[in-house]
Nanobody, 127 residues
Framework: QVQLVESGGGLVQAGGSLRLSCAAS????????MGWFRQAPGKEREFVAV????????YYSDSVKGRFTISRDNAKNTVSLQMNSLKPEDTAVYYCAASAVVADITRALAASAYIHWGQGTQVTVSS
């Protein structure tokens, strides 16, 4: 069982930045593709970014491409999401998740590909 714990959420003004972190309990962390998802009130959970086991490749949703950067440190069992130029529409609960899909991470763009989830961290962007 992999336990994931997100941190770093908070309230920020539009145009600001936040860095989310996700700490994993598993020694097998490097075996997982890791993703970030978000869910706004009244909306479905949506894909944000994904990173392969060894850091490349990465993929982003069109809505965050060029503003967010996903990274991981397998030595520390962490995955991070640097969020810049934040917009009010980025307001959501952000979740990190682990997927056993590793051969082709384009198959890990949907929430159904993930088997372990964190509890989420709230990000609120004020206008």
């Amino acid at each position: 069982q992999v336990q994931l714990v997100e941190s770093g959420g908070g309230l920020v003004q539009a145009g600001g930045s936040l860095r989310l972190s996700c700490a994993a309990s598993a020694r097998t962390f490097s075996m997982y593709t890791m993703g970030w998802f978000r869910q706004a009130p009244g909306k479905e959970r949506e894909f944000v970014a994904v990173i392969s086991r060894y850091g490349r490749p990465t993929y982003y949703s069109d809505s965050v491409k060029g503003r967010f950067t996903i990274s991981r440190d397998n030595a520390k069992n962490t995955v991070s999401l640097q969020m810049n130029s934040l917009k009010p529409e980025d307001t959501a609960v952000y979740y990190c998740a682990a997927s056993a899909v590793v051969a082709d991470i384009t198959r890990a763009l949907a929430a159904s590909a993930y088997i372990h989830w964190g509890q989420g961290t709230q990000v609120t962007v004020s206008s």
